[in-house]
């Protein structure tokens, strides 16, 4: 047989139960704070990724899926969806409509990564974007609808980390004073960072390997070299967080996979996920909708990696399992007919219904119904409907009851619902 591609996987109807229930109440919640989806190409041009994220990045140089169309066109399915967001501002004129525009979308990203425990090459994303928004106000919101979605979803063991990178005003500063101290530590570089500390320099901070990550001891960091508008921005942040009471880390270290970032960056990062420490990333990128050929515009967003929240939620199955409202076990020729119809009619007035047509006895429907946690099981037998009623057996109390043929539909839906 043909097997799944290697970091892709399938979510199973049992698994899917969790997947539907964390992206209801990310769309109640994100829908409550003013957002509004987005739905957004899984295909777009390689150019939008390699201009956005940047060339020099590990996203962009090795982990694309890029080839070509039958036309020769370079597209590539996307490694994340900020620029897409960013692309169909810029493309649709939202701003003209109100520069300021808030988008959420969840969907599938792709990343040609080593798979393992909580990384995969196809991966799912809740993002939520806001166009037009300089003020801090927003960053600190943004973090802290995060920090309530996680709990609504009963993750613990989680802790925002944040940073800023600064803008192109103290962004040179800092370069100059990075690649000064990069320049004496060369040869404990790996290889990419031998190439990236001169172009990309801020791409070494990012490197996981082991002896970048000694080299990098006492690098210099964007925080000690921001701007007066950087830092006020940034204490602002802080200072809102705390009126939230949003516990953070201040993490100098944290300056994020990707080019476009300014200013406030932030991770929330869990203890429960092994070597994958984040199950949510994002931060600043006010360059990157003039980068892309639009109207100067700050935009700040974040994605979770819902793969991820789903292995450390640790809600209760009753809460988000799917309960099948009323099992139809048919025990006879003429009983099915009937009931056939029933349940028709009572899958169409808002029940769960399950109704089995194979020719088992009573105990292996029973079992069945038990596999599919039915609340109620409704068993008719010929004999039963010659007398004009069928038995209703409530499957946690055990009760039974008769209920008459004539109006079973509503009898039932009285019971149950
Ligand atoms: P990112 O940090 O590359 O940021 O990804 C965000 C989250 O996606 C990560 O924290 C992680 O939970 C999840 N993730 C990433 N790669 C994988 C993988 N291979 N397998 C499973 N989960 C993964 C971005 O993508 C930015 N676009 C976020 C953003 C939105 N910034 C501003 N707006």
């Given at each position: 047989?043909?097997?799944?591609?290697?970091?892709?996987?399938?979510?199973?109807?049992?698994?899917?139960?969790?997947?539907?229930?964390?992206?209801?109440?990310?769309?109640?919640i994100?829908?409550?704070?003013?957002?509004?989806?987005?739905?957004?190409?899984?295909?777009?041009?390689?150019?939008?990724?390699s201009?956005?994220?940047?060339?020099?990045?590990?996203?962009?140089?090795?982990?694309?899926?890029?080839?070509?169309?039958?036309?020769?066109?370079?597209?590539?399915?996307?490694?994340?969806?900020?620029?897409?967001?960013?692309?169909?501002?810029?493309?649709?004129?939202?701003?003209?409509?109100?520069?300021?525009?808030?988008f959420?979308?969840?969907?599938?990203?792709?990343?040609r990564?080593?798979?393992?425990?909580?990384?995969?090459?196809?991966?799912?994303?809740?993002?939520?974007?806001?166009?037009?928004?300089?003020?801090?106000?927003?960053?600190?919101?943004?973090?802290?609808?995060?920090?309530?979605?996680?709990?609504?979803?009963?993750?613990?063991?989680?802790?925002?980390?944040?940073?800023?990178?600064?803008?192109?005003?103290?962004?040179?500063?800092?370069?100059?004073?990075?690649?000064?101290?990069?320049?004496?530590?060369?040869?404990?570089?790996?290889?990419?960072?031998?190439?990236?500390?001169?172009?990309?320099?801020?791409?070494?901070?990012?490197?996981?390997?082991?002896?970048?990550?000694?080299?990098?001891?006492?690098?210099?960091?964007?925080?000690?070299?921001?701007?007066?508008?950087?830092?006020?921005?940034?204490?602002?942040?802080?200072?809102?967080?705390?009126k939230?009471?949003?516990?953070?880390?201040?993490?100098?270290?944290?300056?994020?996979?990707?080019?476009?970032?300014?200013?406030?960056?932030?991770?929330?990062?869990?203890?429960?996920?092994?070597?994958?420490?984040?199950?949510?990333?994002?931060?600043?990128?006010?360059?990157?909708?003039?980068?892309?050929?639009?109207?100067?515009?700050?935009?700040?967003?974040?994605?979770?990696?819902?793969?991820?929240?789903?292995?450390?939620?640790?809600?209760?199955?009753?809460?988000?399992?799917?309960?099948?409202?009323?099992?139809?076990?048919?025990l006879?020729?003429?009983?099915?007919?009937?009931?056939?119809?029933?349940?028709?009619?009572?899958?169409?007035?808002?029940?769960?219904?399950?109704?089995?047509?194979?020719?088992?006895?009573?105990?292996?429907?029973?079992?069945?119904?038990d596999?599919?946690?039915?609340?109620?099981?409704?068993?008719?037998?010929?004999?039963?409907?010659?007398?004009?009623?069928?038995?209703?057996?409530?499957?946690?109390t055990?009760?039974?009851?008769?209920?008459?043929?004539?109006?079973?539909?509503?009898?039932?839906?009285?019971?149950?619902?």
């Amino acid at each position: 047989m043909v097997h799944l591609i290697r970091g892709f996987k399938d979510i199973l109807p049992n698994e899917v139960e969790i997947w539907q229930h964390i992206e209801k109440t990310v769309k109640m919640i994100f829908e409550d704070f003013g957002f509004s989806e987005i739905r957004l190409p899984i295909l777009e041009r390689t150019e939008l990724f390699s201009r956005s994220i940047g060339e020099d990045t590990d996203i962009v140089e090795k982990e694309m899926y890029t080839f070509a169309d039958r036309k020769g066109d370079l597209i590539t399915l996307r490694p994340e969806a900020t620029a897409s967001a960013v692309r169909s501002y810029i493309q649709h004129k939202l701003y003209a409509v109100d520069p300021i525009q808030k988008f959420y979308t969840i969907g599938p990203m792709f990343r040609r990564e080593r798979p393992q425990k909580g990384r995969y090459r196809q991966f799912y994303q809740i993002n939520a974007e806001v166009f037009g928004v300089e003020s801090p106000f927003i960053d600190a919101q943004l973090i802290y609808m995060l920090m309530l979605l996680f709990s609504k979803l009963s993750v613990d063991d989680i802790s925002p980390h944040i940073n800023s990178l600064g803008c192109l005003a103290c962004r040179p500063k800092f370069k100059e004073a990075l690649v000064t101290f990069l320049s004496g530590k060369t040869d404990q570089l790996c290889s990419d960072c031998k190439r990236r500390k001169d172009k990309n320099p801020l791409r070494v901070l990012d490197c996981k390997v082991s002896s970048c990550q000694e080299a990098l001891e006492g690098a210099p960091a964007t925080l000690d070299h921001l701007c007066d508008g950087c830092r006020e921005h940034f204490e602002k942040v802080k200072d809102l967080l705390e009126k939230l009471k949003v516990e953070f880390v201040v993490n100098k270290r944290l300056v994020r996979g990707l080019d476009y970032y300014t200013r406030t960056t932030f991770e929330i990062q869990t203890g429960s996920l092994g070597a994958q420490s984040a199950v949510a990333g994002g931060g600043r990128y006010d360059n990157l909708v003039k980068i892309l050929g639009g109207p100067d515009t700050p935009a700040i967003g974040f994605a979770i990696g819902l793969d991820r929240l789903v292995e450390i939620t640790n809600l209760k199955k009753d809460v988000y399992e799917k309960r099948l409202n009323v099992f139809i076990a048919t025990l006879g020729e003429n009983s099915r007919e009937m009931a056939f119809e029933w349940a028709c009619d009572l899958g169409s007035s808002e029940m769960s219904v399950e109704i089995d047509f194979s020719n088992r006895g009573l105990k292996g429907l029973m079992k069945r119904a038990d596999r599919l946690k039915a609340e109620y099981v409704l068993i008719v037998g010929d004999k039963e409907l010659e007398e004009g009623s069928a038995v209703l057996r409530n499957m946690k109390t055990k009760e039974q009851v008769s209920v008459p043929v004539e109006g079973i539909v509503d009898s039932v839906r009285k019971i149950v619902l």
